[in-house]
């Protein structure tokens, strides 16, 4: 995995000053770090060789020496085009090339980021789980309404309530036999972080989904996955975020359908033609 620029990117603003001196330059300059010593960029970005060392604990990276290797590597991947913001002048052509162009850069930069050892933790929860509770609010209940119908699809019990009372009301009688997932890309949900807590002071492993950095959500899961969706102005509007999210969902479905791949075929068939036989 790569993904240094994404995680510099995703984390900028919750970094202190003199980290924030060190990340301006390498995103400005990526090419360069490659050469330089951990004394040359401090003297370069004009902070401490200490605020390079805290920088690389706030990406979870190992040391500098990962740092160059993760950030060389999306050097050498084949150029993206980055995400674009719509303007009040874009044509309908424009508006469609930038709009898919986003969702695919998201899923891409996501990507980058997202630990497959962290994934596969989640997979085998949900496979042992009796019952998957999918906590959201907002556009991240669609999210979690998704993955309900999935799962539910392969025999799965998953729960998702679109009404935030009912989740935190769930979160205090579920068992360390189900399994909570919390869904927030700030992760700063405050009825989601509430059920979570419920959920995990009861035993109940948690994961969440959520923007890459120290969020509240992802502090009181035991599996965070994180996810990358630059958003900004018009873009903020859960846009490419929501497609990550659910790419993320179709992971650990597909995941852990395969686990029993001819039991789930046969129950998604069965299902299929069940919705079918209903019209």
Do not use: W
Not at 87 to 107: G, M
Not at 213 to 222: F, I, P, R
């Amino acid at each position: 995995m790569n993904g240094g620029l994404v995680k510099l990117k995703e984390v900028f603003d919750q970094l202190n000053p003199s980290e924030q001196k060190v990340a301006r330059y390498i995103l400005k300059y990526p090419e360069r770090i490659f050469d330089q010593s951990i004394a040359q960029l401090a003297d370069l970005s004009g902070a401490s060789q200490s605020a390079i060392i805290r920088l690389c604990k706030s990406l979870e990276m190992k040391s500098y020496q990962d740092l160059k290797i993760r950030v060389i590597g999306d050097l050498q991947k084949v150029e993206e085009q980055g995400y674009q913001d719509i303007r009040p002048s874009d044509s309908l052509e424009t508006i469609i090339q930038n709009v898919s162009s986003n969702n695919i850069q998201s899923i891409r930069d996501t990507v980058k980021i997202l630990e497959p050892h962290l994934v596969a933790r989640a997979v085998e929860l949900l496979s042992r789980a009796e019952r998957i509770f999918f906590f959201g609010v907002g556009a991240s209940n669609l999210i979690a309404q998704d993955a309900q119908q999935k799962f539910l699809r392969i025999n799965k019990t998953a729960v998702a309530f679109a009404d935030s009372s009912l989740q935190i009301t769930t979160s205090v009688t579920i068992t360390k036999n189900d399994v909570a997932v919390g869904i927030s890309y700030s992760g700063e949900t405050r009825e989601v972080i509430t059920a979570m807590k419920h959920a995990r002071s009861s035993g109940v492993p948690t994961i969440c989904i959520s923007k890459f950095g120290n969020t509240s959500l992802s502090a009181v899961a035991d599996v965070p996955l994180r996810i990358s969706s630059t958003d900004s102005d018009i873009r903020s509007g859960a846009i490419a975020s929501r497609i990550t999210q659910l790419n993320v969902i179709d992971i650990l479905y597909l995941a852990v359908a395969s686990k029993d791949y001819g039991k789930s075929v046969e129950l998604l068939n069965r299902t299929r033609r069940a919705i079918r036989g209903s019209r």
